[in-house]
């Protein structure tokens, strides 16, 4: 009964997810906003002790922010954008306290599976779409090692964005880097938004790009509030993250923000 029941729940959530819309973040600031990240095990999903949570038991894989706990829940009222996370597989999680202090997750918290499986179908369509996923998943997981080696904690309490007009950031099309592949500068943010300082705490093995990326930065970063509210009550500290496309094929490679 069990079985069938999660059968039901995955099949139902699949066709709703088609429609689930999410709000684009950037990976440090879902960190910011979540009080678990880890990358997890599912070793049992109980769909029928409690009527308003899939219950999941979970071994945690590597912690980056949180306490260790091997329960985690994924409310049943997200409808369109709830998820399944079957048995005996892996995923990257970012979990936040409802109002009943649960860790809960759904399809919007930016949940991605690590043992993704691709058919051969989807694969003959889109034949870059499993070393796409693969690279983007793998971006994530060194960034949350770098935060966590350097204790960096990032916070965003007014809810502050960046960005960069597309126009300003194709300037950095054709650079080389070696193995850094991304870099991670604090900003210091006045209360009207404008930037007071910025501090490298790590940067692309490029000296030229590095010179360059922190004169860029300071010149062309544009800071927004939710809202479009445009003052915070005080100053504060964010983070910004960027990262490296490498080139493939005709493509020049170039320097990104976070995204989602």
């Not at 139902?12 to 997890?40: G, H, P, W």
């Not at 990257?92 to 009943?100: G, P, Q, T, V, Y």
């Not at 770098?146 to 007014?158: A, G, R, S, T, V």
């Not at 080389?176 to 930037?195: G, H, M, P, Q, R």
């Amino acid at each position: 009964m069990k079985k069938i029941l999660l059968t039901i729940l995955f099949l139902t959530i699949s066709s709703k997810m088609l429609a689930c819309t999410c709000m684009i973040q950037k990976v440090i600031d879902r960190y910011a906003k979540s009080d678990f990240v880890a990358t997890v095990n599912v070793l049992n999903i109980d769909s029928e002790k409690d009527d308003n949570y899939l219950n999941l038991q979970v071994e945690i894989l590597e912690l980056y922010k949180g306490k260790i706990t091997d329960s985690l829940k994924i409310p049943k009222s997200r409808g369109m954008c709830g998820i399944y996370t079957p048995e005996n597989t892996k995923w990257l999680i970012f979990a936040s306290k409802d109002k009943n202090g649960n860790l809960t997750f759904g399809y919007c918290s930016g949940v991605k599976q690590l043992d993704k499986k691709y058919d051969s179908k989807k694969l003959e369509k889109y034949p870059n779409a499993e070393i796409n996923y693969k690279n983007s998943l793998k971006r994530k997981i060194e960034l949350l090692q770098f935060l966590k080696k350097d204790n960096i904690e990032p916070q965003n309490e007014f809810e502050l964005h960046t960005s960069f007009s597309l126009e300003s950031i194709k300037k950095f099309k054709g650079y080389e880097v070696n193995n850094e592949k991304f870099a991670i500068y604090e900003l210091t943010i006045d209360k009207d938004l404008s930037v007071l300082d910025v501090k490298e705490l790590k940067t692309f093995d490029n000296e030229k790009l590095k010179v360059e990326l922190l004169d860029f930065i300071e010149k062309n970063i544009s800071v927004g509030r939710k809202g479009k509210l445009n003052e915070i009550p005080e100053q504060t500290k964010i983070i910004l993250g960027l990262y490296y496309y490498p080139p493939e094929k005709e493509n020049l490679s170039f320097i990104g923000t976070f995204a989602l």
